[in-house]
């Protein structure tokens, strides 16, 4: 009956020491969880930064490059007749 006693006893034990390790775990997880948190709302802050710089920027560099492209193409095809007049 002893023996009986004694190993509930140390089950006993063994479960107060996993109930404390799973709470130390949890814990941990807790932290965890908050630190990703804050760190995912300053990434989409700094996502939401970069979309809104990139939509004031997308328009003028639009028609900055639309605007090369037909000098480009006028010069090219100015080219292209001188070279054809020789």
């Known amino acids: 009956m002893e023996n009986i ?3 509930m006893k140390g089950l006993d034990d063994k479960m107060n020491e996993l109930n404390s390790k799973i709470k ?3 814990a941990k997880l807790d932290t965890i969880l908050e630190l990703l948190n804050s760190d995912c709302a ?3 802050n700094h996502i939401d930064f970069v979309e809104g710089v990139y939509d004031n920027v997308k ?3 639009n028609y900055i490059m639309n605007r090369a492209n037909t000098l480009l193409r006028v010069v ?3 080219s292209v007749e001188s070279i054809e007049d020789m």
């Open 76 to 78: 090219g095809s100015e």
């Open 42 to 44: 300053k990434m989409r």
């Open 59 to 61: 328009m003028p560099f």
């Open 24 to 26: 130390q775990i949890d």
């Open 5 to 7: 006693e004694d190993n």
